[in-house]
């Protein structure tokens, strides 16, 4: 009688250490999946937070722009010369434009910005607004005046890939130059522009200093 006693507390305390065991894993996975789920949670929160600070931190930020236009350039948040206005008097002026209005202002002036009228000197902005390959083609202040200083070869190779707006204001950077001094201007590199844009730069501003002398005796 006590043997079969003694048997069956052995068989109820195994079973309540049996139980005791499965309910500690139990406790045990569950600890593991709440600590992995709130360590999900923790990092989705860190991202947002994150997302959050870097939006708000690139829209009030500052971006640099830099004129590549000859003479006075408008450029308006809205387009047709609606909302802000950022004003640009000679080619190579620099201004900080917030960075909502930049957004607004390549939404709006698309031929301008894509054309390189402006060049916006931020990595950061031109890869958010997808303007990556565009800016492959686009040359920099500081590298359309270098232009100047290559030979006709290497201006050729450059110029021959550069858009339309920036030819025209290379153009007219080689009109101002003449109009200073003739002999700054290397004829070689004239040469270049009247056949890939077909015309005569030297013809055109020889006609255009007659007219102006013309006109001032007109008016004496």
Known sequence: MAAAKAKKDVETKTKETKEKEDLEKRLKEMEDLVRQ??????????????????YIGDNNKDVLVTSLTVGELNLSTEGYGRGAIYTFSHIGEEQTIPYEDIKKIIKNNKSFVEGGNIFINDDDVVKS???GNIYKKLLSYEQMKDLFNKDRKSFESVFSSMTNNQKETLKRIIFEKLENDEKSVDMNIVQ?????????????????????????????
């Open 192 to 220: 270049v522009i009247n056949d890939d844009m077909g015309i005569d730069i030297m013809k055109s501003f020889k006609e255009g200093k007659e007219l102006l002398k013309s006109l001032k005796e007109d008016n004496n």
């Open 129 to 131: 607004q997808r303007l």
């Open 37 to 54: 789920l709130s360590s999900n949670l923790d990092k989705d929160q860190q991202q947002t937070v994150q997302n959050i600070t870097q």
